[in-house]
């Protein structure tokens, strides 16, 4: 992938040689707003706009973003529990069929909350023989043998004590790690993993971490892992996607892009993220906050923020510009030191309204 992966690092070589198994094209949801809310009547919380992405067979893909930037609304999506108000899900290069049961057997959503996520009154054999049997598998019954198959793939052993548990005897990255086994059980090809680990102890991300990149090379899953963390995308993950207000920003392979961030908002993540064992989302205070998707800001959204905005950036959104190996970022400053990529360049408006041009895609520092 690049000559800079880090020994630390977990992540699979050449993501792009693998088919895609799951795609995001153009996906756009805007929520409707219920009145009370002091708006008016049809207004719309634009949380996720015009999004792009490729999951692939045995890798990781890595949603990064504040709070509120559309992360799990894109997840939602790409699960099929919401349907988007524009663009599609293709699953193995074709359109995906509707949801449903078929559907779910193959993309398998994991949310945040272990605790939330398995009821307390059933035992580990409940748990995860339902969906065992739900989805015929293992050879149409839920078998003891079965079930402490399952728990040993996610490292929950000895399996024969594990499956007479209940929730409230495991910690909470055992319970997480039976979520994970829940949504193995009907042996999906897709893993959509929103914060799995964010409501973890941070002794114990890791070994979750570490047990998805495992399912990725061992079981050759593609798995999306939503993360508000940038430094355990780059740690686990083969490419990410950095969103920013309903956007992706910036995308391209994990170490390279972490390595060499170029939109002005992945630098501004990464610099107030430098602590791979950060308990909190990162404080990007001072540097003012995420905007209105009720009203999002014209052009680019990030550009009342943006220590580099221009003139340009609050007229025009920019698309998205090729700026290294598989790397892309939507930003204005790379407009002269870059070409556009494909998908981008629908997207570019005809109008060519003064814009200043902007020097060099490495942005001085600004004064103040
Ligand atoms: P993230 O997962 O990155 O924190 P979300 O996808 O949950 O972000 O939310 C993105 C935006 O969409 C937020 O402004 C949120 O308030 C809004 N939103 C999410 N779900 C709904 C909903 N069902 N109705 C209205 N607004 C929603
Ligand atoms: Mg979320």
Known sequence: MTDTTDSVDVQSPAPDAEPAALEA??????????????????????????????????????????????????????????KPTAGEVFLDG???????????????????????????????????????????????????????????????????????????????????????ARALAVQPRVLLADEPVSMLDVSIRLGVLNLLADLRDRERLAILYVTHDIASARYLADSIAVMYAGRVVEAGPAVQ?????QHPYTQLLLSAAPDPDRAEAPSLAGAGSPPSLVNPPSGCRFHPRCPFAMAKCAEQNPPAFEVGPGQTSACWLHETSSTVSATAVEERTTSSASSPSPTSSEPETPAG
């Open 257 to 261: 892009l972490t390595d060499h961030p």
């Open 25 to 82: 094209r153009s996906l756009t949801k805007h929520f409707p707003v219920r009145r009370g809310w002091g708006l008016r009547g049809g207004a719309v919380v634009h949380a996720v706009e015009d999004v792009s992405l490729v999951l692939r067979r045995g890798t990781v893909t890595a949603v990064v973003g504040e709070s509120g930037s559309g992360k799990s609304t894109l997840a939602r999506m790409l699960a099929q529990l919401i």
């Open 94 to 180: 074709a359109p995906a069929p509707a949801g449903g049961r078929s559907y779910a057997k193959l993309v398998q959503l994991v949310l945040q909350d272990p605790f939330a996520s398995l009821n307390p009154i059933h035992g580990m054999r409940y748990i995860l023989g339902r969906p065992l049997k739900i989805h015929g598998t293992a050879e149409g019954r839920a078998s003891d043998e079965a079930i402490q198959d399952l728990l040993r793939r996610v490292a929950l052993t000895p399996a024969e004590q594990f499956i007479e548990k209940l929730p409230h005897e495991l910690s909470g990255g055992q319970r997480q790690r039976v979520a994970i």
